[in-house]
């Protein structure tokens, strides 16, 4: 089979998985039909299970905000752009980083009913 091949039934392939409604967890790389979207909602990063997303979340999180803002600019929407928009103020990072200890620490020790 010849690299073009490959290449159109890749393409084939995501083609299928897009119809069917299955994604590919972009932490473990496992095919799943019910995928939970990142926080965001950017439409790049679908996970397979809560500890996945939150295992992956600080890594996306600046992907997703790029993503968002480039949606954002495709609609025509403004954004307050500075010269470093990727990075979010300090005391969101912080936030964020006490939110995902949080979700990482109930993902190890689940909470009783």
């Known amino acids: 089979m010849s690299l073009h091949e490959n290449d ?7 083609q299928l998985k897009q119809s069917l409604d299955v994604h590919e967890c972009v932490h473990c790389r496992k095919s799943v039909k ?3 979207p990142c926080h965001g ?8 299970s809560t500890d996945c ?11 997703c905000l790029h993503h968002l803002e480039s949606d954002a600019s495709l609609h025509g ?16 990072n912080s936030a964020i980083d006490s939110i995902l200890r949080q979700l990482q620490h109930e ?7």
């Open 41 to 48: 909602h950017c439409g790049h990063a679908y996970y397979c």
């Open 8 to 14: 159109f039934e890749d393409a084939l392939f995501e």
């Open 53 to 63: 997303l939150v295992f992956h979340s600080r890594t996306h999180r600046h992907q």
């Open 34 to 36: 019910a995928a939970i």
């Open 77 to 92: 929407v403004d954004s307050d752009d500075d010269d470093d928009d990727d990075d979010l103020p300090p005391f969101l």
């Open 107 to 113: 993902a190890v020790i689940p909470s009783t009913p």
